[in-house]
Structure formats: C-alpha cells, structure tokens
C-alpha cells in the first residue's frame, strides 16, 4: 500500500505541478510585459517570443539533465580510471579490444540484431494481414499486441517459467519441457546451453515487439489505394502475389521504420538478460556488461567506455530514422 500510495503521490504532485508551472509562468511573463500601455505592441512582440520557450523549457532541463549531462561524463569518466579520478588516456579503450566478455557481447548482439528485428517485422506483418480478414480480428490484434503493456522484467518472468527445468524423474513445471518429456525427449536446461540460449532470450524479445510491429503496419496496409489492389486482381494476380508484389512495396518505408525502432532496442536489450540468465552461459550482450562493470566491478571508465560503444551504434540508426520520418512528412 506504501508503494501505491507513493505512486499515486508522484502523479497528482506530477500533473497539478505541471498545470501551476504552465499558469504561473505565462502569468509572470504577462505582467512582465503587459499588453496595454504605450509599448503594447513591443511587449506582446517579446511575449509572443519568450512564450514557447516557457512551454520547452521543462523537457529540456529534463533533456539536459537525464540525457547530456550523462553523454557528457560518460564521455570524460571512460578516460578515466575506476573512480573516474586519475586520467588513463585510451587505456580503456584498449581493454575492450582484448576482453573476451567484450567480444561475447557484441558477438551476442549481433546474432539479436539479425534476428530480433527481422522475426518481429515478418511476424508484425502477418499478424496485421491476417487480422485485417477476420471477423474477429481486433480481438486477435488487442491479444497480440497484450504483451507490449508487460515490462520486460515481467515478460522474463513468464518466460522462465516457459523454460523452467527439472532434474529427470522430476515432474516438469516448465512448459518447454513438460511438452518435451511428454513426446518422449529429456528435458533440457535450455537457458544454460550456449550459443542456443540466445536464441531462447530472443524468443521472449519478439514475443513483445511482435504486437508493435502489427500494430503500425496494420495501420500502414489500410492506407494502401484499393484501386491498386483491384487492378491487380483484375490483372490475375492471387491473393500471395497481391501481399507480397503490390502491398507490400508500398509499405516498405513504413517497414523500414518499424525495423530500425526495433533495432535500436536491440542494441540497448539488458533486463531480459539480466533476469534470465544475468549474462552467464555465453548469453552477455553489451547492456549487461556495462552494468556488470559499474556496479558490481564498480569501474566507472570501463562502465563507461561499453556505455559510449552503445551510444555510437545506436546514433547512425536514429538518424536515419528522423530522417526517413522527416522526408515521409514532406
């Protein structure tokens, strides 16, 4: 109850602190340049300027507290030792060069790279073509989409119980294996076999982007010209030549965007690793590993060193996604 109490604090205070900064601010900038008088025309002028600035002034004190504020040091400390007190030049750069654990992880994610954001499109993609031609397809799309609103710890959670193993002879609570035990195999650890644990921590990944990639490419397949589609039947195409050869060209810049989010995601995955198998097996993505060196190696530079490796992958993608979405928008 402390916790919802807590919670339930933050929004009001949130909201009414919000709606009392907006009033007074615009009060104290009226009555610092009032619109009467003999300079009216002057102040409403340098009203009308300063006021958006009123407006943007909240998300970029936020902005500048909780995303440059930490580039910079991150910047200055992965040039510096454990304590971020004594400067050791491009040392720690160099350790990620020879660090095994630093080779796993971005090994790791890559194989992610490859996978998650390719099995989420292509599934996003089917489920919002097939649920587009059903009676019930809305039912289906709020099913599929239902794991979106799940944290990803509490998607691990599930998961773990999906994967859960028992030694043999013992009954099997965990759904892989009961399915298993119940053909005739033996159940396996499977979060514990490397190289093919990512691909089950993948599963978990793909599981909650599906519902997202369906949902704006759904979005994207009832914007498409059925002029188009009826040429295209009269022409003889079938049903698959119509999804793939005329729907899907034309949706392409909006798959490219779902892509690119997702892969970005990719890049940053951490609390799935962390809850399933906290980097251990073979399973350490980069995310992970910088938290392992910041708090439980407590290095600052090496913690931030992995930090700015991330940052540098993930730059480029969101570029050219504002780009890609700026041209759409044109």
Not at 37 to 51: K, L, M, T, Y
Not at 216 to 239: F, K, Q, V, Y
Not at 250 to 268: C, E, N, P, R, S
């Amino acid at each position: 109850m402390e916790q919802l109490f807590w919670a339930l604090f933050t929004v009001v205070v949130g909201v009414f602190g919000c709606v009392a900064y907006f009033y007074l601010s615009n009060l104290l900038l009226d009555r610092a340049f009032p619109a009467r008088g003999p300079n009216a025309g002057q102040n409403i002028n340098r009203a009308a300027v300063i006021r958006p600035w009123l407006f943007l002034f909240p998300a970029l004190a936020l902005l500048t507290m909780y995303l440059l504020y930490p580039v910079v040091m991150s910047v200055w400390l992965s040039f510096h030792d454990t304590r971020g007190e004594e400067f050791v030049g491009s040392e720690n750069f160099a350790w990620l060069l020879v660090d095994e654990k630093f080779a796993e992880s971005m090994k790791n994610n890559l194989l992610w790279l490859v996978v998650v954001p390719a099995a989420s499109t292509f599934f996003g993609l089917i489920a919002a073509a097939l649920t587009d031609r059903i009676r019930w397809g809305n039912i289906a799309k709020s099913l599929i989409f239902m794991p979106m609103a799940i944290s990803f710890i509490g998607a691990s959670v599930i998961w773990k119980f999906v994967y859960d193993y028992r030694g043999e002879g013992q009954e099997q609570i965990g759904l892989l294996n009961a399915v298993v035990t119940y053909f005739g195999g033996a159940p396996q650890a499977w979060i514990t076999i490397p190289f093919w644990n990512s691909f089950f921590l993948m599963v978990i990944l793909v599981w909650i982007q599906t519902g997202f990639a369906m949902v704006i490419l759904s979005a994207a397949l009832r914007g498409i010209s059925e002029e188009t589609i009826e040429a295209a039947i009269l022409d003889g195409a079938n049903p698959f030549q119509v999804f793939w050869r005329i729907k899907v060209p034309q949706i392409w810049g909006t798959i490219a965007v779902v892509w690119t989010t997702i892969t970005i995601l990719v890049l940053k995955v951490f609390d799935i690793v962390l809850a399933m198998t906290n980097g251990q097996w073979g399973s350490q993505v980069l995310a992970n590993l910088m938290f392992d060196w910041m708090f439980r190696g407590n290095d600052n530079g090496r913690a931030s060193t992995v930090a700015l490796v991330i940052m540098l992958l993930v730059t480029p993608i969101m570029i050219w996604n504002v780009r890609n979405a700026r041209q759409e928008m044109k």
